[in-house]
């Protein structure tokens, strides 16, 4: 079952680490002792902030969209994170956007087994998908996300209690 950082970062091929480390070159200086302090690198701000430099537009939405979802907390179904970006929005693109995000170590795929508990196994460029493109699980994001986007995600601005349980 994958539930960390760590967890899946074990589960990535040597090729897949190589690939992590070339693409996030701060994390290779000095070289980790082992997937724990390779996660605990990838998953400090300032290296989260670095990686974040070279996304594009789209992306840095779909990091907010997994903040706002609270995916630094629980794995986000695929289709919660469609929602946040709206129907104009190709599956996709997000799916593209996630991929970028899972091979930068900011995020990472959970699939549920069949017997409905996480196992990332398949996770490895074999997922399963359904006949709408999503995921059996879901996204999470490393909690740094969360400082790097800022306290207002996606330029939302503080809650307000005068508008709690207000359709708008």
């Given at each position: 079952m994958v539930v960390s950082l760590t967890?899946?970062?074990r589960t990535m091929t040597d090729d897949g680490i190589a690939a992590l480390l070339r693409a996030r070159g701060d994390l290779a200086?000095?070289?980790p002792s082992n997937s724990?302090?390779?996660a605990t690198r990838a998953g400090t701000r300032a290296s989260v902030a670095r990686a974040c430099d070279g996304l594009d537009a789209f992306t840095l939405k779909v990091i907010d969209a997994l903040v706002i979802a609270d995916a630094d907390r629980a794995p986000v179904d695929t289709r919660a994170l469609a929602e946040l970006l709206g129907a104009?929005?190709?599956?996709?693109?997000?799916?593209?956007?996630v991929d970028r995000l899972c091979a930068l170590a900011i995020a990472w795929r959970v699939e549920v087994g069949s017997d409905g508990t996480a196992d990332d196994e398949a996770a490895d460029n074999?997922?399963?998908a359904d006949e709408d493109g999503a995921h059996d699980g879901g996204?999470?994001?490393?909690p740094a996300a969360r400082e790097v986007v800022g306290p207002h995600?996606?330029?939302?601005?503080?809650p307000s209690a005068a508008l709690d349980g207000v359709d708008i």
């Open positions: 967890d899946r970062l200086v000095p070289p724990h302090v390779l104009d929005v190709p599956p996709e693109a997000i799916e593209r956007a074999e997922r399963a996204v999470s994001v490393v995600p996606a330029g939302l601005g503080r």
